[in-house]
């Protein structure tokens, strides 16, 4: 089975940075895509970015510029740097992984993390 977690979340003051990161562990052989989405309070979980094993990384308009997300495929791993942090940034940011190779099978199902809070805030 696979299972992903995150870590690297927490509080910090707007215009702070902080660094997510998201371990995919299993018999995993691949992954197709990763990627980070948040769910703020009373709000649909929404895309923040995702990054293909090969090909151009996508973000949503609102993080452009701040976030840069990147992946360490030997690992399995997934990162999002953020920096210059909005109190609108403040969410559970959640890592999926889309695409699984396992025992040379691919499974396109999506997996999920449990999420880590950023609370941005002064």
């Known amino acids: 089975q696979v299972q992903l977690v995150e870590s690297g979340g927490g509080l910090v003051q707007p215009g702070g940075s902080l660094r997510l990161s998201c371990v995919a562990s299993?018999?995993?052989?691949?992954?197709?895509?990763m990627g980070w989405y948040r769910q703020a309070p009373e709000k649909e979980r929404e895309l923040v970015a995702t990054i293909p094993s090969g090909g151009s990384t996508n973000y949503a308009d609102s993080v452009k510029g701040r976030f840069t997300i990147s992946r360490d495929n030997a690992k399995n791993t997934v990162y999002l740097q953020m920096n210059s942090l909005k109190p609108e940034d403040t969410a559970v940011y959640y890592c999926k992984a889309e695409g699984v190779v396992i025992s040379g099978i691919l499974y396109a199902s999506n997996y999920w993390g449990q999420g880590t809070q950023v609370t941005v805030s002064s």
């Open positions: 299993g018999s995993i052989r691949a992954i197709n895509t």
